[in-house]
């Protein structure tokens, strides 16, 4: 198994194995954070314990989706753990449900299967100008994501939503993390370990973003999640060139560009590093390059001939 077909069943099949308990059983299948933190990686849960308990979730249906929502109280003990600061958190927000719900009744095509990985939210919103407020997953906290409101409007690197696309932009960002949560669970169970001796944490040479560096392990990870990402940005472009006419998708396509960009760029980064890397993920960065090559031919073809 790799982790290109390492699914949701894949994962609750790893954690039933890993814990005999059947009392914990059901909150292993709900992917409830505390309980799969003390299965999956019981030296990492010593290291950053957390609690969360029942009554400081609200569980809100987000299209077809059951989520819990932290309250502000517990979503602030959880950022504050994981290093997050200059945010608040607050609790679910009705106006922000039904924002979501109605952009999914319009958009149903661009909302199935997106979200897997994810069982809890936690919303930030930031108390002072230099603070950190988009979204993020973390390997310490299985299947938390945190999200604010810029998680509608922007998407990676750097591209801002028209807001009549916020719940793109939403959903987008949600299958983002749940593609690292997917990483996180996959290692979690099959070996931690990208490279020999230990070096996940050399840098990359990534000249491509001045606003962030990435090691080995970043960059793998960033890789796998670009080629998703490139994927679900097609479809988004295939689906709205349907409903709208080109002026209007500029931002998606100019996402789309950038994104195929990310991903060939990492992938070409990483091959040059490929003897660093441990001989199952350096056949994956292998077909990563091949991919991106090919994908980069096509749109140089597209753009000469369309």
Not at 105 to 124: Q, R
Not at 200 to 225: G, H, I, M, W
Not at 236 to 254: F, H, P, Q, R, T
Request: net charge neutral; aromatic share 14%; proline share 4%.
């Amino acid at each position: 198994m790799t982790i290109l077909c390492y699914n949701k069943s894949d994962m609750l099949e790893d954690y039933y194995s890993r814990c005999t308990k059947k009392s914990v059983h059901t909150d292993l299948q709900e992917m409830w954070p505390p309980s799969c933190a003390k299965v999956r990686d019981p030296f990492i849960y010593n290291r950053f314990p957390f609690a969360l308990k029942r009554d400081q979730v609200k569980n809100v249906n987000i299209g077809n989706w059951s989520v819990n929502w932290v309250n502000s109280d517990a979503g602030t003990a959880m950022s504050s753990l994981i290093g997050i600061r200059g945010v608040d958190c607050i609790r679910s927000c009705e106006n922000r449900i039904q924002f979501i719900n109605s952009g999914i009744k319009k958009y149903p095509l661009l909302c199935e299967n997106e979200i897997k990985f994810i069982s809890t939210l936690v919303w930030l919103t930031p108390n002072n100008s230099a603070a950190d407020s988009g979204n993020a997953s973390f390997y310490e906290l299985p299947h938390v994501t945190f999200i604010s409101d810029a998680t509608l409007f922007f998407i990676p690197p750097f591209h801002q939503l028209p807001r009549n696309f916020g719940i793109i932009g939403l959903i987008e960002n949600l299958y983002h993390e749940a593609l690292h949560h997917q990483v996180h669970a996959y290692n979690a169970f099959h070996g931690q370990r990208y490279c020999h001796d230990n070096q996940e944490d050399k840098l990359l040479c990534f000249p491509s973003r001045r606003d962030r560096t990435f090691n080995y392990a970043q960059a793998f990870n960033a890789c796998y999640v670009y080629g998703e990402i490139v994927k679900y940005r097609a479809k988004v472009a295939e689906n709205l060139s349907k409903m709208y006419g080109k002026d209007e998708l500029l931002w998606i396509n100019d996402a789309l560009i950038s994104a195929k960009g990310m991903w060939f760029n990492l992938a070409h980064g990483l091959f040059d590093v490929r003897d660093a890397f441990l001989s199952h993920w350096r056949v994956l960065i292998e077909t990563w390059q091949v991919e991106t090559k090919v994908e980069n031919c096509i749109s140089q073809w597209r753009d000469h001939y369309e």
